[in-house]
Nanobody
Framework: VQLVESGGGLVQPGGSLTLSCAAS????????MSWYRQAPGKARVFVAS????????VYADFVKGRFTISRDNAQRTVYLQMNSLEPEDTAMYYC??????WGRGTQVTVSS
């Protein structure tokens, strides 16, 4: 199993970013996929998840209405569209499968 996150960076408050997670080594379309994040000195927390064909999504309260998770099973990729970013969104973002395989993460920094 390999999960490779990308798309992070430095963005100003109110800005947007789209994260991507490319998956390999397993039957991607068969699994719920999730995004988590970990801020410095804090525990890793759930951000969003999406079912196998994308029909159902779940979001943490702190991102509802701002973030959108999606997936492309043909491309074996899960996305996280992040809008109206706040400094509190600064964290390392990870994607994961139900067996808690993790990528190395992609850093998102929201700062003016």
């Amino acid at each position: 199993v390999q999960l490779v996150e990308s798309g992070g960076g430095l963005v100003q408050p109110g800005g947007s970013l789209t994260l991507s997670c490319a998956a390999s080594g397993f039957t991607f379309s068969s699994y719920i996929m999730s995004w988590y994040r970990q801020a410095p000195g804090k525990a890793r927390v759930f951000v969003a998840s999406i079912t196998q064909v994308g029909g159902d999504t779940v979001y943490a309260d702190f991102v509802k209405g701002r973030f959108t998770i999606s997936r492309d099973n043909a491309q074996r990729t899960v996305y996280l569209q992040m809008n109206s970013l706040e400094p509190e969104d600064t964290a390392m973002y990870y994607c994961t499968d139900p067996y808690r395989n993790w990528g190395r993460g992609t850093q998102v920094t929201v700062s003016s």
